[in-house]
Nanobody, 123 residues
């Protein structure tokens, strides 16, 4: 069992930065791949980024490539999403999710989810 808690969201102006954290409980967290997803207002949930259990493999959505970076610190049981050059279209509730298998951008394949953290980017 893995429990996930996101933090770090907030209100930021366009062009600004935020770093989201996904803190996990469970001593086997290091064996899980983790993904970040977001749900913009009035839209479907979408993939943002994912990272393998050791952190050696990552994948980012085209819409955030070059601006967002996913990383992890297994000693701290935490996965991060560094978000730079934020745009108003990045406004969404951001969720982290975990699965005990290889990385994927398919949200349906993740077993554990956090409660989400709101990111609002003003123009």
């Amino acid at each position: 069992q893995v429990q996930l808690v996101e933090s770090g969201g907030g209100l930021v102006q366009a062009g600004g930065s935020l770093r989201l954290s996904c803190a996990a409980s469970g001593r086997t967290f290091s064996s899980y791949s983790v993904g970040w997803f977001r749900r913009p207002p009035g839209k479907e949930r979408e993939f943002v980024a994912t990272i393998s259990w050791r952190g050696g493999t990552t994948s980012h959505a085209d819409s955030v490539k070059g601006r967002f970076t996913i990383s992890r610190d297994n000693a701290k049981n935490t996965v991060y999403l560094q978000m730079n050059s934020l745009k108003p279209e990045d406004t969404a509730v951001y969720y982290c999710a975990a699965r005990a298998s290889h990385i994927t951008d398919d949200a349906r394949l993740y077993d554990y989810w956090g409660q989400g953290t709101q990111v609002t980017v003003s123009s």
